[in-house]
């Protein structure tokens, strides 16, 4: 059973312009999300988290937001840029250490 | 600093073959994992460790085995491939459960 999921496989968006990832999660018990980037033949890399005590991080260009009510949470990277075309997957956790991660969203940003 | 590596980067077996997938930190990192990543899907956790001698079972730990012998190496075992564990196979350390967990680059194995 998918606790996270990532409904957009993919998304494309053009340089400059902002691109939104969204995630939903099922278990009210997580209590911590990240999001994580992935290249080609890489293994994933950590990008930005948030705490269930936060409604919104932010780390440059890339700002989280958590709406725990919705059980919904949103990545926006602004402004988008070549470098930014990867696999995001959202992620999240309870009281112990074990990740759930969603299917990932493939994000193209067009020159 | 090296930081998380995996040997070997591809393999295929054969059904009923078996073999150990490397996974070597330098970070000196306590917890380490390793996760399975099938087409369409996220990393789904196979088995974890919070320190040397202590392992414990994930979410798909069904055909697997490892051990955590040293703070460096965590090795997963797989004693009798099936097609169904065709898949990119991943390991990670963090120093702690809170702390942001630091990926390998992926094995690919092919059952056949």
């Known amino acids: 059973d998918q606790q996270v999921k990532q409904n957009s496989p993919s998304l494309s968006v053009q340089e400059g312009r902002i691109s939104i990832l969204n995630c939903d999660y099922t278990?009210?018990?997580?209590?911590?999300f990240l999001w994580y980037k992935k290249y080609p033949a890489e293994g994933p890399t950590f990008l930005i988290s948030?705490?269930?005590?936060?409604d919104k991080n932010e780390d440059g260009r890339f700002t989280v937001f958590l709406n725990k009510s919705a059980k919904h949470l949103s990545l926006h990277i602004v402004p988008s840029q070549p470098g930014d075309s990867a696999v995001y997957f959202c992620?999240?956790?309870?009281?112990?250490?074990?990740?759930?991660f969603g299917a990932g969203t493939t994000v193209t940003v067009r020159a | 600093n090296a930081g998380v590596t995996q040997t070997p980067k591809f393999r295929i077996l054969k059904i009923g073959q078996s073999m150990t997938l490397q996974c070597t930190q330098d970070m000196n990192h306590n917890y380490m994992y390793w996760y399975r990543q099938d087409p369409g899907m996220g990393l789904k956790l196979i088995y974890y460790?919070?320190?040397?001698?202590?392992?414990d079972k994930g979410e798909v730990p069904n055909g697997y085995n490892v051990s955590r012998s040293t703070t460096e190496d965590f090795p997963l075992r797989l004693e009798l491939a099936a097609p169904s564990q065709t898949s990119v196979y991943f390991c990670a350390s963090s120093y702690s459960r809170e702390d942001t967990q630091y990926f390998g680059p992926g094995t690919r194995l092919t059952v056949l």
């Open positions: 460790s919070v320190g040397a001698g202590i392992t």
């Open positions: 992620a999240a956790s309870d009281d112990d250490y074990k990740l759930s």
């Open positions: 278990n009210s018990m997580f209590d911590y």
């Open positions: 948030i705490s269930s005590i936060k």
